[in-house]
T-cell receptor
Framework: EDKVVQSPLSLVVHEGDTVTLNCSYE??????LLWYKQEKKAPTFLFMLTSSGIEKKSGRLSSILDKKELFSILNITATQTGDSAIYLCAALNAGGTSYGKLTFGQGTILTVHP | DTGVSQNPRHKITKRGQNVTFRCDPI?????LYWYRQTLGQGPEFLTYFQNEAQLEKSRLLSDRFSAERPKGSFSTLEIQRTEQGDSAMYLCASSFRGSGNTIYFGEGSWLTVV
């Protein structure tokens, strides 16, 4: 059965800190790893990573995928209170009728204090 | 607004009643997904359509749940004889094969069974 595990489950930091969120996966027919941010509503898309070792950046957020070790990290530098949210990673399946199906981790709850 | 649209956004129902949620995907997206999310958990896959064909249904989905996408556009998710354990947020998402499979979520429909 496909499985995605995130760590830590929760994290409390102060503004300006840098955080690293972890995501490991065991998915048959793996295609891509996606990161989402969720703030009391539906998840909003952050990154999709398909190739190993290529960093993707968007402002203070960056992410990278290691397909050999089956994990991804999401880094947030100079955190702000607006970064407080649940961060979800999800593995995208590319096999047969499961093509396009996402398997989510349980999420990391990030709280940034002023 | 050209995003994924879901309604109703909130539904409170008595145990044993039937409820139906509707999802309108992003225009021209041929794939549509339903997920369920409970507090403290990542979204859990329920079912998936490509055009009007339902390609996969989670083993965790009981016979009380049924989903349709009759014309390959909007979709409905019906829950019959609701139970308190059905209380959750029901998320709809859509994607277009060939766009890198980025999956976009709607705002979700909150169900509370009392």
């Amino acid at each position: 059965e496909d499985k995605v595990v995130q760590s830590p489950l929760s994290l409390v930091v102060h503004e300006g800190d840098t955080v690293t969120l972890n995501c490991s996966y065991e998915v048959t027919n793996f295609r891509s790893l996606l990161w989402y941010k969720q703030e009391k509503k539906a998840p909003t898309f952050l990154f999709m990573l398909t190739s190993s070792g290529i960093e993707k950046k968007s402002g203070r957020l960056s992410s990278i995928l290691d397909k050999k070790e089956l994990f991804s990290i999401l880094n947030i530098t100079a955190t702000q209170t607006g970064d407080s949210a649940i961060y979800l990673c999800a593995a995208l399946n590319a096999g047969g009728t499961s093509y396009g199906k996402l398997t989510f981790g349980q999420g990391t709850i990030l709280t940034v204090h002023p | 607004d050209t995003g994924v649209s879901q309604n109703p956004r909130h539904k409170i129902t008595k145990r044993g009643q039937n409820v139906t949620f509707r999802c309108d995907p992003i225009s021209e997206h041929n794939r549509l997904y339903w997920y369920r999310q409970t507090l403290g958990q990542g979204p859990e896959f329920l079912t998936y359509f490509q055009n009007e064909a339902q390609l996969e249904k989670s083993r965790l989905l009981s016979d009380r749940f049924s989903a349709e996408r009759p014309k390959g556009s909007f979709s409905t998710l019906e829950i019959q004889r609701t139970e308190q354990g059905d209380s959750a947020m029901y998320l709809c998402a859509s994607s277009f094969r060939g766009s890198g499979n980025t999956i976009y979520f709607g705002e979700g429909s909150w169900l509370t069974v009392v």
